[in-house]
Antibody, heavy 119, light 113 residues
Framework: QVQLQESGPGLVKPSETLSLTCTVS????????WTWIRQPPGKGLEWIGY???????NYNPSLKSRVTISIDTSKNQFSLKLSSVTAADTAVYYC?????????????WGQGTLVTVSS | DIVMTQSPDSLAVSLGERATINCKSS????????????LAWYQQKPGQPPKLLIY???TRKSGVPDRFSGSGSGTDFTLTISSLQAEDVAVYYC?????????FGGGTKVEIK
């Protein structure tokens, strides 16, 4: 079955750019809506945005000025860049699969990776 | 943005008893052209990612025990665990996918009494 795995630095300095990659195995990335979601420690879930294999993206307006999601179909990977980070961006970052543009629930999810913003 | 409000924040239920979690959206997530409610439920156990339980407000994902059920329409929804088991201790989240930005409720923590 499809599995997702996040990777990237666990510590980022304030004002720098957070970069994460999600590797998809068990299915082609050439379908579905590939999504990033984050969860600050002890808090709820926030949708960051998604990308379709064609490159179409949709971002949360609250983060839109700082977010870029890209996709590499040859590697079955998609990536997140979040610029100008602050301590408020400290969170577990999850990648997930959205079914379609309208049927946009998330299944499955990666295990998540904790990113701490600190000097 | 559609704001999702869950209640209660937490609840403690005896083993074998019913647990009921509510989710209210700030605007309807019912799409009139297909009569579908664009709402999903997830379960998150400590140290794990959320797992999909239910979509279209009441369609159980394959493999999810039938003690989990979803109901409601429009703006008011309920997740019911008919007979709580020890492995159901978790935080439960609702999510609307009617419009972007996609949004989640704040979560309801279910514990054993």
């Amino acid at each position: 079955q499809v599995q997702l795995q996040e990777s990237g630095p666990g510590l980022v300095k304030p004002s720098e750019t957070l970069s994460l990659t999600c590797t998809v195995s068990g299915d082609s990335i050439n379908n579905y809506y590939w999504t990033w979601i984050r969860q600050p420690p002890g808090k709820g879930l926030e949708w960051i945005g998604y990308i379709y294999y064609s490159g179409f993206t949709n971002y949360n307006p609250s983060l839109k000025s700082r977010v870029t999601i890209s996709i590499d179909t040859s590697k079955n990977q998609f990536s997140l860049k979040l610029s100008s980070v602050t301590a408020a961006d400290t969170a577990v970052y999850y990648c997930a699969r959205g079914i379609s543009r309208t049927d946009n629930w998330f299944d499955p999810w990666g295990q998540g990776t904790l990113v701490t913003v600190s000097s | 943005d559609i704001v999702m409000t869950q209640s209660p924040d937490s609840l403690a239920v005896s083993l074998g008893e019913r647990a009921t979690i509510n989710c209210k959206s700030s605007q309807s997530v019912l799409y009139s052209s297909n009569n579908n409610n664009y709402l999903a439920w997830y379960q998150q156990k400590p140290g794990q990612p959320p797992k999909l339980l239910i979509y279209w407000a009441s369609t159980r994902k394959s493999g999810v025990p039938d003690r989990f059920s979803g109901s409601g329409s429009g703006t008011d929804f309920t997740l019911t665990i008919s007979s709580l088991q020890a492995e159901d201790v978790a935080v439960y989240y609702c999510q609307q996918y009617y419009s972007t930005p996609l949004t989640f409720g704040g979560g309801t923590k279910v514990e054993i009494k």
